[in-house]
């Protein structure tokens, strides 16, 4: 991780078991990286088993600390066997990142119910069973974890070629608040992260220049990349934010502000000045 000290005592996980779900994706696995170089204990879960095996070479744990599910999620039998994976080995985990989710860019009126089901599906239901699923291990273990949703801008930022992506993540961001207070009472924190745009999705094209276009439209002007996103699900995650549920953070240089710009009022940049 390029720009983080993920190796200082508050960023350690170890003896810690984190489950990560779409990890072969360009989010899954800067997660899967971080939390392997903090210490922690990992299980990998993917509809892709060719990217799974993959990442697995690719952070070179020993056994004990790594193991892979390839998981449909779309499948309710599928996410059953990725929970039972998890309890049968480990009892509960203490970290879940609910990460896998689907953005097919389409018109409200030609997305046909199919489409609609399969983002529901793999964006809210899958989340909904298996933070039910492994927030009731944690419950029953003792285990005071933290549970977080990999969410996006889109919750309040309409986005007209991807409407049914936008209601799946404001329902997401909702499911995240009630999970915060059915499981707060066991010591759990359920929280989420909207991550800025990164390039590197398999399951999206974008045009030429697409991230600098972004990048220029934000307030800090920067391309977003993985690890901003990582830095704060790890914090979420971490004994530094023992206080938090419930919440969501936008690791999106800004992007997400309400804001209405014109050309003709756009306030120019405060020139240097000296003390």
């Known amino acids: 991780m390029q720009g983080r000290d993920m190796t200082s005592p508050r960023w350690r996980f170890d003896g810690r078991k984190v489950v990560i779900t779409g990890a072969a994706g ?73 990460n896998a989710g689907l953005y097919p860019f389409a018109g409200l009126m030609e997305t046909d119910a199919a489409t609609w089901d399969r983002i529901m599906g793999v964006n809210v239901r899958a989340p909904f069973l298996l933070t039910q699923a492994l927030g009731r291990a944690m419950a029953e273990k003792g285990v005071k974890g933290s549970i977080v949703m990999i969410t996006s801008t889109a919750a309040d930022v309409l986005r007209l070629n991807g409407v049914p992506y936008c209601v799946s993540k404001r329902a997401l961001e909702y499911l995240m608040q009630g999970y915060a207070f059915d499981l707060g009472r066991y010591g759990i924190r359920v929280n989420a992260v909207r991550p800025g745009f990164a390039e590197g999705s398999k399951a999206v094209s974008f045009p030429p220049g697409y991230a600098d276009v972004v990048a220029e439209a934000n307030p800090l002007g920067r391309r977003s990349e993985p690890e901003d996103m990582v830095a704060a699900v790890m914090f979420l995650c971490s004994d530094a934010a023992a206080s938090l549920t419930g919440q969501v953070i936008a690791a999106d240089n800004g992007s997400a502000i309400n804001r209405r710009q014109a050309a003709a009022t756009q306030s120019k940049p405060l020139a240097a000045t000296r003390r």
Do not use: K
């Open 26 to 98: 360009v989010y899954g696995r800067a997660m899967s990286r971080a939390f392997a170089d903090a210490g922690a204990a990992l299980c990998l879960s993917d509809v892709d088993a060719a990217g799974l095996d993959a990442l697995a070479r690719d952070l070179a744990l020993p056994a004990g600390r790594l193991r892979s599910q390839v998981t449909d999620l779309t499948q309710e039998a599928s996410i059953a066997a990725l929970a039972r994976h998890v309890t049968d080995d480990w009892g509960a985990p203490d970290v879940l990142i609910n």
